[in-house]
């Protein structure tokens, strides 16, 4: 076992690592974002309930239902599984989940005046508090006969989240991440959104560090067994400005009123590689 379970204590060998890494002059991670075993635990059993919903979402989700009607789904299924949505009154949001539609970025908020029209893309964004452990996912839903342009928009960003998973490895660094999926959308023509990003999860719902969607291989934090952070990239079929809405204070939308999409997983680093905790 890497931790022990009662003391967070790393195994030796991680400890020399840590120390080498520091010497180098890299950004070696505090203690208290390295998860010992019995946290892990617990946010796998988050995550978990957290990906049923999605599942529950996408076997439900239609034309002509309202984003209110996705927000009563993923409710009732989460506090059916002995959870609770952690969206819910979370620094002011109203509601149990995210819904944003087309050229809507992030942090939409259902309504029961919000149809899903034939032609639109539309991303589903749970989070999940399971025993006082937090999970974090998002998926992309077509809503019937989806342009090609916009298709091939959700595809691309489906893309840059499996790249970045693909550069998250133990002893790596976040950079990496972020250096990989910024290439692959602006070699598909599109931008990333930059003020927001991954993060950290599972003791709270936001933790360090920020994981950007941009950056250059070989910088930022250093990656260690234990750390568990989501991975969700933001990219625009247009420029990469954005603004809040006014009205709510809260739905993020594209400057130009192009489409975006989302994808997100939470990834576990592992003595070996990674686990993805939720899809």
């Given at each position: 076992?890497l931790?022990n379970?009662?003391e967070q204590?790393l195994?030796?060998e991680i400890?020399?690592?840590?120390?080498y890494?520091?010497?180098?002059?890299?950004v070696?991670p505090?203690?208290?974002?390295?998860k010992?075993?019995?946290?892990i635990?617990?946010?796998?059993?988050s995550?978990?309930?957290?990906?049923a919903?999605?599942?529950?979402v996408?076997?439900?989700?239609r034309?002509?239902?309202?984003t209110?009607d996705?927000?009563t789904?993923?409710?009732d299924f989460t506090?059916?599984h002995g959870a609770?949505p952690?969206?819910?009154?979370?620094?002011g949001?109203?509601?149990s989940?995210?819904t944003?539609?087309?050229?809507?970025?992030?942090?939409?908020?259902?309504?029961?005046?919000v149809?899903?029209?034939?032609?639109d893309i539309?991303?589903v964004?749970?989070?999940?508090i399971?025993n006082g452990?937090?999970?974090?996912a998002?998926?992309?839903f077509?809503?019937?006969?989806?342009?090609e342009?916009?298709?091939?928009?959700?595809?691309?960003?489906?893309?840059?989240?499996?790249?970045g998973?693909e550069a998250?490895?133990p002893?790596g660094?976040?950079g990496?991440?972020?250096?990989?999926?910024?290439?692959?959308?602006?070699?598909?023509?599109y931008?990333?959104?930059?003020?927001?990003?991954?993060?950290g999860?599972?003791?709270?719902?936001?933790?360090?560090p920020?994981?950007?969607?941009?950056g250059?291989?070989?910088?930022?934090?250093?990656?260690v067994p234990?750390?568990?952070f989501t991975?969700?990239?933001?990219?625009?079929?247009?420029?990469a400005?954005i603004?809040?809405?006014e009205?709510?204070?809260w739905?993020?939308?594209?400057?130009?009123?192009?489409?975006?999409?989302?994808?997100e997983?939470t990834?576990?680093?592992?003595?070996?590689?990674?686990?993805?905790?939720?899809?």
């Open positions: 076992m931790f379970k009662n204590k195994s030796p400890e020399e690592k840590l120390k890494y520091r010497r180098q002059g890299h070696v505090p203690r208290k974002i390295i010992n075993a019995e946290q635990e617990g946010i796998r059993e995550a978990k309930i957290n990906t919903v999605l599942d529950h996408a076997a439900h989700i034309e002509g239902m309202s209110e996705i927000n789904l993923v409710y506090v059916a609770i952690a969206p819910l009154n979370y620094e949001f109203p509601k989940v995210c944003s539609i087309n050229e809507e970025v992030c942090h939409g908020i259902p309504s029961k005046d149809i899903l029209r034939d032609g539309i991303n964004d749970v989070s999940t399971y452990y937090f999970s974090d998002s998926r992309m077509m809503i019937g006969n989806v342009s342009a916009k298709q091939r928009l959700v595809q691309v960003t489906k893309e840059c989240l499996e790249r998973i998250t490895k002893w660094f976040l990496d991440i972020g250096a990989v999926i910024q290439a692959h959308a602006e070699n598909n023509g931008t990333v959104v930059r003020e927001f990003c991954g993060h999860v599972g003791l709270k719902f936001h933790e360090i920020e994981v950007e969607h941009v250059r291989k070989g910088t930022g934090m250093l990656l234990g750390m568990i991975i969700e990239p933001m990219i625009n079929m247009g420029k400005d603004f809040i809405d009205e709510n204070d739905t993020v939308i594209t400057e130009d009123e192009q489409p975006s999409a989302q994808w997983n990834v576990l680093i592992t003595e070996t590689g990674i686990e993805i905790l939720t899809w």
